[in-house]
């Protein structure tokens, strides 16, 4: 069976200790005992292979067996999505995008955009689980709600914004990522950008993409989006 994988904040692995949370998530929901092990990140690239040695009521003492660092990945997505009116939808896309494979989330603000409570302690919670469930070392950062002429700075190497509008001619995302190693995507809201948000996007040299004959929904566009940058990604390694 393969080891749990845990979270914690650490710099260096001689720092590593469980977490009160950590510690009753591997007693009493793992039942976990004396002897067996478990996998620690720090969603930075470092993972450390750790056997329990001593188990107490509120205490989990541990002893690191093995350490590894991971490189960070060369080819990175970074998403400025709308999140949606529903907040299960969104949760929903930050853990299916975290699973699939996502470096950086911006919460997108437009002229669309619905007003909601961006609760980030609990979206970082469903980003972690995420991480630790499909065995990564990498925690996505979820940046503040950020406006589009905000999102529209940021530096990479390619910008794309999927839109709904068919009196303009669009790419196919998988054509237009090619490859290049550092994208943002922008996923409209509910009712897409504005034409006036589209035209501004142009201008800042952003390449119109097209996800497919179907209207999709802002959080499975999102998702799509990823599946295709890690598949076309994964066809040029």
Known sequence: MDSPYFFETYH???????SEQSTHHAIHVLRMRSGDELCITNGKGMLARCK??????????????????????????????????????????LEKACEVG???????????SEKTHFKKER??????????QSKQTFLPILHEPTKLQDALKIQVDLRCIAHCETTQERMVLSDCIGNQKEILILIGPE???????IHLCLQQNCKPVTLGNTRLRTETA?????C??????????
């Open 222 to 226: 999102g998702l799509f989006a990823c």
């Open 228 to 237: 295709v940058f890690n598949a076309q990604i994964q066809h040029h390694v």
């Open 12 to 18: 260096d692995f001689s720092s590593i200790q469980l």
């Open 191 to 197: 009712g897409d950008f504005t034409s006036e948000e």
């Open 123 to 132: 979206f970082e919670k469903i980003l972690v689980s995420a991480m630790l």
């Open 52 to 93: 329990i040695i001593d188990i107490q009521k509120k205490d989990c003492r541990i002893e690191v067996v093995e350490t590894q660092i991971h490189a960070a990945p060369t080819s990175k997505l970074h998403m400025a999505i709308a999140f949606t009116k529903n907040p299960a939808r969104i949760e929903w896309f």
């Open 102 to 112: 996502i470096q950086s989330i911006f919460p997108l603000l437009s002229a669309r």
